[in-house]
């Protein structure tokens, strides 16, 4: 079992800059973060795999960068826009062959969320 817990959402204005941070209760060699809008399907937003794999959606790659750190997962968000509002989650995959993945069912331990909001 593998517990997530996330921090660092919080209200910004478009432009703006948030950094989030997931900590995981042991180590998982993959590790994600998702995002859910109001009325929209979870989405994934970027991955990390080992020390080198990592994967990012389109709508964020330019903006949004991934880092870990044994047990830690971190998001730095730049030039937020509305349309990043969401509650993002953490989740965590311990198989040693897993790799970077922006698929929700490669992934067996998720956060509780923490909320992003980005005004205009």
């Known amino acids: 079992q593998v517990h997530l817990v996330e921090s660092g959402g919080g209200s910004v204005q478009a432009g703006g800059s948030l950094r989030l941070s997931c900590v995981a209760s042991k180590y998982a060699r993959c590790m994600a973060w998702f995002r859910q809008a109001p009325g929209k399907e979870r989405e994934g937003v970027a991955s990390?795999?080992?020390?080198?794999g990592r994967a990012s959606a389109p709508s964020v790659k330019d903006r949004f960068t991934i880092s870990k750190d044994n047990r830690n997962l971190y998001l730095q968000m730049d030039t937020l826009k509305p349309e990043d509002t969401a509650v993002y989650y953490c989740?965590?995959?311990?198989?040693?062959?897993?790799?970077?993945?922006?698929?929700?069912?490669?992934?067996?331990?998720w956060g509780q969320g923490t909320q992003v909001t980005v005004s205009s």
């Open positions: 990390a795999a080992g020390n080198y």
């Open positions: 989740a965590a995959q311990t198989d040693p062959t897993c790799s970077s993945s922006l698929n929700q069912a490669s992934y067996k331990y």
